[in-house]
């Protein structure tokens, strides 16, 4: 299973294997938080070092794509600990006007992953949390990050590891405002650009000449 947050609602989500051999998501149920983090503990104890990782999407990611994307890494990883991630409102559309409407959506999840962090950071038990975030979804994680590092600075260097994947964020906010602060947080910090994300294109198409650190072509 794994438990995802959105703006409002704690879910448990529930997964089984079909003979084609893709992830499916089978069915949703709300649990308080408190029931969430009951079944995180009992997931991470069983874990051979406690580990848990959060998954945060991109632009363009329905509800269900992400919750299948979860577990499509937690399969393909092998990941011995909780699979987590948290939703934030995206209208999971390919357009300009989607993409603007992700943007401010994406800014208001700011506050609400902070608190989730947190949340995870101190009520699950968990030795080794890895952070793991697509582009636009990138944002809120840094930006999230940071608010963890400002509001709680006895978390420095609790996260294991920060991996972000072609972040849309722009070049001079990251290296100047986020940066800094992810690597207070976390023990390792990774960042994959990319020459030919789609994602990264639309950006560049509704932001111009603003360079995105994620951005790796010429």
């Not at 800014?107 to 080794?128: E, G, V």
């Not at 944002?139 to 420095?156: H, Q």
């Not at 906010?173 to 690597?183: E, G, M, R, S, W």
Request: with cysteine; glycine share 4%.
């Amino acid at each position: 299973y794994t438990v995802p947050m959105t703006t409002r609602k704690l879910r448990k989500i529930e997964f089984s294997k079909n003979t084609t051999k893709h992830v499916v998501l089978h069915k949703v149920n709300t649990l308080s938080w408190r029931g969430v983090a009951v079944q995180l503990k009992d997931t991470i104890s069983k874990a051979s070092c406690k580990n848990a990782f959060v998954f945060v999407h991109g632009y363009n990611f329905a509800f269900k794509d992400a919750a299948r994307r979860t577990a499509q890494i937690h399969h393909d990883l092998k990941f011995d600990g909780a699979p987590i991630f948290f939703s934030w409102p995206s209208r999971g559309e390919i357009t300009l006007t989607s993409y603007t409407h992700d943007e401010t959506n994406a800014k208001w999840s700011y506050s609400y992953l902070k608190k989730f962090l947190i949340q995870i950071a101190t009520d699950t038990q968990a030795d080794n949390i890895y952070l793991v975030a697509h582009s636009m979804g990138t944002r809120v994680l840094s930006n999230a990050v940071a608010g963890v590092m400002s509001e709680r600075p006895d978390l420095k260097k609790r996260f294991k590891e920060i991996i972000l994947a072609a972040p849309d964020i722009d070049a001079e906010v990251f290296i100047n405002d986020l940066a800094p602060k992810l690597v207070e947080a976390s023990q390792n910090t990774t960042l994959y650009a990319s020459a030919d994300d789609r994602a990264l294109k639309t950006s560049s198409q509704v932001h111009g000449s603003s360079a995105c650190v994620g951005d790796d072509g010429e």
